[in-house]
């Protein structure tokens, strides 16, 4: 975990992707450092799939990324990644309001395996000593 979704609208090459990703990683991964197991799925909208207001392809898709992430990490790690992660999609996509959601999950509604998160303990006190030395 995180899990990342951002939907945009098409057209950035996959250059300038890349770059995206990397900065978007390095944010989410300084906030949730373990383990190194950050997902980001990027869905291209085209102009004819979007609805403003009732109105088919009236404008791009807004940008906006959802965030499936463990409970635990502090504001001021939230505020630094949300900074970092903002000023990434800003330069790739130049649109305004770019918005994210952030849905936190505690570590026994999150599943691996068949197994719970919560019961792995190694899990577990991992992510206990990087939220205590925050």
């Known amino acids: 975990m995180p899990i990342t979704y951002l ?9 300038e992707k890349r770059k995206l990703v990397k900065a978007m ?5 300084k906030a949730y450092p373990f383990p190194d197991d950050v997902r980001i799925f990027i869905r291209e909208w085209p102009l004819e799939s979007v609805s403003q207001d009732g109105r088919l392809g ?4 807004r940008t ?6 463990p409970q635990g990490v502090s504001i001021d790690a939230k ?4 900074s970092a992660i903002n000023a990434a999609v800003a ?3 130049n649109l305004p309001k770019f918005m994210i959601f952030m849905h936190e999950y505690p570590l026994d509604m999150v599943s691996l395996d068949g197994g719970l998160h919560a019961d792995n303990q190694q899990r577990v006190e991992a992510q206990r000593k990087v939220y205590d030395a925050s």
């Not at 009236?58 to 898709?61: G, I, L, M, Q, V």
């Open 7 to 15: 939907d945009v609208p098409q057209g950035i090459r996959i250059t």
């Open 25 to 29: 990683y390095d944010a989410l991964h």
């Open 58 to 61: 009236s404008e791009p898709a």
């Open 64 to 69: 906006i990324l959802m965030m499936h992430v």
């Open 79 to 82: 505020r630094a990644m949300v």
């Open 91 to 93: 330069e790739a996509y």
